[in-house]
T-cell receptor, first 111, second 113 residues
Framework: DAKTTQPTSMDCAEGRAANLPCNHS???????VYWYRQIHSQGPQYIIHGLKNNETNEMASLIITEDRKSSTLILPHATLRDTAVYYC????????????FGQGTTLQVKP | DAGVTQSPTHLIKTRGQQVTLRCSPI?????VSWYQQVLGQGPQFIFQ???????GRGNFPDRFSARQFPNYSSELNVNALLLGDSALYLC????????????FGSGTQLSVL
């Protein structure tokens, strides 16, 4: 079973920030938080990952709470092309080939 | 650079048949993982191979098998197909077993009639 809980769906207006929450209350000390997204008819795409510090890259920002029991993925300026299913996954970095995907959050970006 | 390539893109089989799916990882990547994605659900882990050895197996029956070749490409075989095997089969590669990022192919859509 997935170790994360995410809302089933969310809407966001184009150009606004999209904030996608994820709960992972049973995360272990050596487990990272990974985010992937899957656009229709494509394979999942890596977005970002982190351990305990906030992370930012060209795609998104990841905010992890101090107790590490939850996190938020932020897409700063959502576009229609960001419409996708977003998966939050916790996994040890020693074996990221085996990821346990949950149902994810379907993000709909609207014009 | 080419990404992860999978073949064929689509496949139709009948119950009881056998199928072989193929995956070529990104050049230099030595780890390949296979996932099954049933419509409406997230991908489920099937196998991981690293340096031509099986390094992990998900909760799938023995009808599912895989192997990795010296060039790091991989095949997934499914015997005695069932209707429930209809799914998108995804291959992912990474530099090492514990690399942070997985790169996924676009998958093979298998329909079992």
């Amino acid at each position: 079973d997935a170790k994360t809980t995410q809302p089933t769906s969310m809407d966001c207006a184009e150009g606004r920030a999209a904030n996608l929450p994820c709960n992972h209350s049973t995360i272990s000390g050596n487990e990272y938080v990974y985010w992937y997204r899957q656009i229709h008819s494509q394979g999942p795409q890596y977005i970002i990952h982190g351990l305990k510090n906030n992370e930012t890259n060209e795609m998104a920002s990841l905010i992890i709470t101090e107790d590490r029991k939850s996190s938020t993925l932020i897409l700063p300026h959502a576009t229609l092309r960001d419409t996708a299913v977003y998966y939050c996954i916790v996994s040890s970095s020693s074996n990221t080939g085996k990821l346990i995907f949950g149902q994810g959050t379907t993000l709909q970006v609207k014009p | 650079d080419a990404g992860v390539t999978q073949s064929p893109t689509h496949l139709i089989k009948t119950r009881g048949q056998q199928v072989t799916l193929r995956c070529s990882p990104i050049s230099g990547h030595k780890s390949v993982s296979w996932y099954q994605q049933v419509l409406g659900q997230g991908p489920q882990f099937i196998f991981q191979y690293y340096e031509k050895e099986e390094r992990g197996r998900g909760n799938f029956p023995d009808r599912f098998s895989a192997r990795q070749f010296p060039n790091y490409s991989s095949e997934l075989n499914v015997n005695a197909l069932l209707l429930g095997d209809s799914a998108l089969y995804l291959c992912a590669s990474s530099l090492r077993q514990g690399n942070e990022k997985l790169f996924f192919g676009s998958g093979t859509q298998l329909s079992v009639l």
